[in-house]
């Protein structure tokens, strides 16, 4: 069974910084998309920002220039830099990791992290 697992968030000021890290466990041939998406109460869950294993990313418009995304494809890991936070940054942030094969014929699937709160206080 693949589980991710997230850490790293936590409570910070106004346009300060956190760095959240997902670490994946299990056996892992591959995995073509890993990101972070968010769900603030009351609100459907967004893309944060996503990267393939060829270092292609796509950020949500609202995090544009102040998060960055990284995979370190070797450890099947994924970090989000996060600067210049707002109150409207504060949500559960999710990793998800996309296409991840187990075996080089096996099947495909998609798996998700237990969540990490992120809490932007003005």
């Known amino acids: 069974q693949v589980q991710l697992v997230e850490s790293g968030g936590g409570s910070v000021q106004a346009g300060g910084s956190l760095r959240l890290s997902c670490a994946t466990s299990?056996?892992?041939?591959?995995?073509?998309?890993m990101g972070w998406y968010r769900q603030a109460p009351g609100k459907q869950r967004e893309l944060v920002a996503v990267?393939?294993?060829?270092?292609?990313?796509n950020y949500g418009d609202s995090v544009k220039g102040r998060f960055t995304i990284s995979r370190d494809n070797a450890k099947n890991t994924v970090f989000l830099q996060m600067n210049n936070l707002k109150p409207d940054d504060t949500a559960v942030y999710y990793c998800?990791?996309?296409?991840?094969?187990?075996?080089?014929?096996?099947?495909?699937?998609?798996?998700w992290g237990q969540g990490t709160q992120v809490t932007v206080s003005s």
């Open positions: 990267v393939d294993r060829g270092g292609t990313t």
């Open positions: 998800n990791a996309a296409g991840v094969r187990r075996t080089v014929v096996g099947s495909v699937d998609d798996y």
């Open positions: 299990g056996v892992i041939f591959t995995i073509s998309v």
